[in-house]
């Protein structure tokens, strides 16, 4: 199984830091955010990663040369200008001819890459995306009315739960065919190609710890529970 590392983004949430470190270098307790992902990776059995480069992707480069301190085979790919998050799949087109894994390059979770893996090959589908319950609170009443504006309900200030992407996919090759090939494509733009073809997709619910290193919070919590030894994967 090999994985693609997108680590091409700039980071601007996490501003002034990423002003002189690539996001995925971000330091979370001792170590920086992509040598805790490429340790996870490692014990998820994965052995070759190419991590997609764009800003500052030189420092990525000199902290994790070839990969092989991790027994990993690392390889590189550079973007000239931005091409999203997955358009940068374009240049790894003549190395993907097999099941591969995606994820961003700023995230932690304790989610088991093997149970994943066994999920997307039960089914024909030739993307899974892990989601996360995410819980979104809205500082409003909120209604729910008929088609004459009759109201069904109504809740104050209701906390929502959504699906939420983790950023972290299993794709088939063919998936590649529907990337169109140098210019910048979001997986939104994937997702709704995808939708509107009918081509089938699945989701993989993740109950564990996950953040996003890029949002500010998220970054503060990881801090906070590499301080207390709770974070995921932290020790091995």
């Known amino acids: 199984m090999k994985a693609v590392i997108q680590a091409g983004g700039r980071g601007t949430r996490l501003k002034p830091y990423t002003l002189i470190l690539p996001k995925p270098m971000m330091p979370v307790g001792e170590l920086p955010v992509i040598e805790i992902l490429l ?85 024909n589908d030739a993307l899974t995306i892990a989601v996360h319950d995410t819980l979104v609170p809205v500082n409003m009443g909120v209604f729910e009315y008929g088609s004459e504006g009759r109201v069904k309900e109504f809740r104050e200030k209701p906390t929502l739960s959504y699906a939420a992407n983790m950023g972290v996919y299993c794709m088939e090759p063919e998936i590649l065919e529907l990337i169109p090939k140098g210019v910048p494509y979001g997986f939104d733009d994937l997702m709704y190609r995808m939708l509107d073809e009918g081509r089938g997709a699945r989701v993989y619910r993740h109950i564990g710890q996950f953040m996003d290193i890029g949002r500010p919070e998220d970054f503060a919590l990881a801090q906070e529970l590499a301080e207390r030894g709770e974070l995921p994967m932290q020790g091995h």
């Open 39 to 123: 340790r996870w990776l490692r014990r998820n059995g994965i052995h070759e990663v190419h991590v997609t480069t764009g800003y500052l992707g030189h420092l990525l480069q000199i902290l994790c040369g070839d990969g092989s301190r991790w027994d990993m085979r690392i390889e590189y790919t550079e973007e000239t200008s931005p091409l999203g998050t997955v358009g940068a799949l374009d240049l790894l087109r003549d190395r993907l001819d097999s099941t591969f894994l995606v994820l961003n390059g700023d995230l932690i979770t304790d989610l088991d890459l093997r149970a994943l893996f066994r999920f997307h090959h039960d089914h």
